[in-house]
């Protein structure tokens, strides 16, 4: 037998190997990015009335440009596991940075090619390096968990309405998902998971609104009766 078949055979997998360790090179870079900028976004969460943590997409999307050009025609799918979940954290960070912004849930879809620079394959039909719709849903279900986490932390500021208008964001993003009849094992795993961070939500709300912290006239109106009652029992003691 020939043995030019084993040579050639040989330099094809040498390429192969080569391009799937340039793939994993860049998606380290854009790991470090989605790290800086993540760590600049939980500011929020020592500060939640705060101002919006200012951060920067350039690193990120130059990462994803320099991934797409190594990507043969045609082959997205067959390398895409090495850096899908690190695109789902990224557009998760575009969510969570839209929503503090905004202060509401939105389509983030044209936010995110506009960021990055990349389509999303709303379809199903793309051959070019793209984001895939199940990255979207993916981002959605992380901010949901972060904004969980947020709600908390709020009320440890005493700030008491963000929890509730977190709490009827999250419930209509949760009902959305439940219209989808998921396939994605992972997805609705993930999905699944969600109950319990609506639930913690759901007892935040709850423990506010029982003791009336809700409303504001009425926390006004409790806070100037504690004081009295240290006035009072300050008088007592003079006596």
């Known amino acids: 037998m020939d043995l030019v078949f084993f040579n050639e055979l040989q330099q094809s997998l040498e390429q192969e190997t080569n391009r799937k360790d340039d793939i994993r ?14 760590a600049t976004l939980n500011q929020i969460h020592a500060d939640p009335t ?3 943590p200012q951060v920067d997409f350039q690193e990120a999307k130059e990462a994803l440009l320099k991934l797409a050009q190594l ?9 895409n596991d ?5 695109t789902q954290q990224v557009v998760f960070l575009i969510a969570f940075k839209t929503y503090l912004e905004q202060k509401e849930i939105v389509n983030i879809i044209p936010i995110v090619e506009a960021t990055l620079e990349v389509k999303v394959d709303i379809h199903n039909d793309l051959n070019e390096f793209h984001i895939q719709l199940e990255d ?6 992380s901010l949901i968990s972060e904004l969980s986490r947020l709600c908390i932390n709020s009320v440890t500021v005493g700030d008491y309405d963000r929890p509730l208008i977190i709490s009827k964001h999250v419930k209509d993003l949760s009902a959305g998902f439940q219209i989808l009849n998921l396939k994605n094992d992972i997805l609705r795993k993930r ?3 969600i109950k319990y961070d609506v639930k913690k939500i759901e007892e935040v709300v709850y423990d506010i609104t029982l003791r009336g912290l809700h409303n504001r ?12 009652e240290k006035d009072v029992k300050k008088k007592q003691k003079e006596i």
């Open 25 to 38: 090179n860049i998606v380290k870079e854009l790991d470090r990015a989605c790290r800086k900028i993540n």
């Open 50 to 52: 705060g101002p919006v």
């Open 71 to 79: 990507i043969p025609e045609n082959e997205f799918y067959k390398y």
């Open 82 to 86: 090495l850096w899908s979940r690190t």
């Open 136 to 141: 979207i849903l993916h981002a959605y279900i």
């Open 191 to 193: 999905f699944d998971g």
């Open 217 to 228: 006239n009425k926390r006004i109106i409790s806070e100037e009766e504690e004081e009295g």
